[in-house]
């Protein structure tokens, strides 16, 4: 009796902590598909195998063979491990360096028509 108990409740834990796959549009799918091909190339062209840049990343096989793939459910620490075991870490600090978006955004809330906040200058009723 007390081993079906103990069933049930690993049964239960699995339920609870069963994650949910990761959900991409088919665009975002893609670039992650790019991303892990172009890792795949690079660790050919340095001529390492799948085992030396998985053991160097603190990672298995398995989890490369996801990495090359573009699995989305791969943590993007897993990525930047990888990237930087085959000396790519700097290409990552690019990611959004350039918010051209962000800017023109900014520029256009900066050209409406408000006034800049008056300088107070300091007197003596001010400063008490």
């Not at 699995?71 to 990525?79: D, F, L, M, Q, R």
């Not at 930047?80 to 959004?96: I, N, P, S």
């Not at 256009?108 to 003596?124: H, I, M, Q, V």
Request: hydrophobic content about 40%; charged content about 35%; glycine content about 6%.
């Amino acid at each position: 009796m007390q081993y079906k108990s103990y069933l049930l409740y690993l049964l239960d834990i699995k339920i609870i902590t069963k994650t949910t796959k990761a959900l991409l549009l088919p665009r975002l799918g893609r670039i992650l598909e790019v991303l892990g091909e172009n890792i795949k190339l690079a660790r050919l062209r340095r001529k390492f195998t799948s085992e030396q840049v998985a053991e160097r990343a603190g990672i298995v096989r398995s989890t490369l063979w996801q990495i090359e793939k573009g699995v989305p459910s791969v943590s993007i620490g897993t990525y930047l491990q990888v990237l930087f075991v085959l000396g790519l870490e700097k290409d990552f600090e690019k990611l959004a360096k350039d918010d051209e978006m962000g800017r023109k955004l900014q520029d256009a809330g900066l050209l409406t028509k408000e006034r800049a906040p008056k300088k107070r200058f300091k007197t003596k009723e001010n400063e008490e």
